[in-house]
């Protein structure tokens, strides 16, 4: 008997272990089921930018979004600066970097190719966390 509890304490504790461990992003999750395709994949406003200063800004909705597709493909919206142009959506594609802690896109805006690469620090089913370059963080939930 005493065999079979230590032996449950230690296999607990393993998984314990493990599962505190799993954690890829700074902001969690620490353990998911959903594939983090599956996580990104859907429509998110922004609620939240912190400069690498540390000033935090709500950000209200006004519409903008941005949504990642499967397959690869992404839509961006900023009402502030596309809005008064009239602009549509902004459209690219999107990949994970081969460690999946980092989101490449990469967009054509009038002749001209960009690039941008994001450090993810959070990526739950309801709440997503980019870093850019400059290390602004900006927060979006579930739309």
Do not use: H
């Not at 032996?7 to 954690?23: E, K």
């Not at 930018?49 to 540390?54: T, W």
């Not at 935090?56 to 009402?79: A, H, L, M, N």
């Not at 994970?96 to 690039?115: A, C, H, P, R, W």
């Amino acid at each position: 008997m005493k065999k079979i509890t230590l032996s449950l304490l230690i296999c607990s504790l393993f998984i314990g272990v493990t599962m505190l461990s799993c954690g890829k992003y700074e902001e969690g999750p620490g353990f998911s089921i959903l594939p983090k395709k599956t996580r990104l994949q859907q429509r998110w406003k922004p609620v939240e930018y912190i400069s690498s200063n540390g000033t935090v800004t709500t950000i209200d909705d006004d519409g903008s979004y941005i949504e990642f597709v499967k397959g690869g493909s992404f839509q961006f919206y900023d009402y502030a600066t596309m809005s008064p142009f009239g602009l549509d959506a902004l459209s690219g594609d999107w990949e994970f970097s081969d460690d999946k802690t980092q989101l490449i896109t990469s967009y054509e805006v009038i002749g001209q190719n960009f690039s941008d690469t994001y450090t993810i620090v959070k990526l739950k089913i309801n709440s997503l966390g980019l870093m850019d370059s400059n290390e602004n963080k900006t927060y979006y939930e579930y739309k």
